[in-house]
């Protein structure tokens, strides 16, 4: 067993500030995997310039998003995560941590990452928003993780 009960002080609300699903070292390959899973395994929403498409694979996504802004949500129990697709060797999963007022919403995430994190075949970071980019010091600062190995939410206590 997790630390999935202590959900309240995982998703703190801040004024706003995001918290994001990091996952590191992953291929436009990974990319594919998880559009694959999330949208056979949860309702999504992709969008181009704010316009609702069809969700596209992710090269096409990447070619698209050279000349518009592209959105993807995948729809949890009474709120979204969403991801701008920055990067193409991190994946990055934003969510509002005052709508994960719930056990249950927390528990949609944490069995987001979970699925994500067996399919990909590495760890998962919950992490409070930020400019830092070094997988190591994001690590350190992370609030949760899930390993694909343990298949469980392990949570660090950042509040000293």
């Known amino acids: 067993m997790g630390d999935e009960h202590r959900y309240r002080e995982i998703f703190v609300p801040d004024s706003g500030a995001l918290l ?13 995997a998880l559009l694959s899973f999330l949208s056979s395994n949860y309702v999504v929403n992709y969008s181009e310039d704010g316009d609702p ?6 090269a096409t996504i990447k070619q698209v998003q050279k000349r518009k802004s592209v959105s993807f949500e995948v729809l949890l129990p009474g709120f979204a995560v969403c991801s701008y697709f920055f990067l193409d060797d991190e994946i990055e999963l934003d969510l509002l941590p005052e709508d994960v007022d719930s056990k249950e919403k927390a528990d949609a995430v944490f069995t987001l990452m979970k699925g994500i994190a067996v399919l990909l075949h590495r760890k998962v970071l919950l992490v409070e928003e930020t400019s830092i980019t070094d997988p190591e010091e994001l690590r350190k600062i992370a609030v949760c993780e899930c390993d694909p190995v343990r298949q469980e939410i392990r949570y660090f206590d950042t509040h000293g």
């Open 53 to 58: 498409r069809p969700l596209p694979d992710y």
């Open 20 to 32: 994001d699903l990091r996952i590191f070292d992953v291929t436009p390959n990974d990319w594919q």
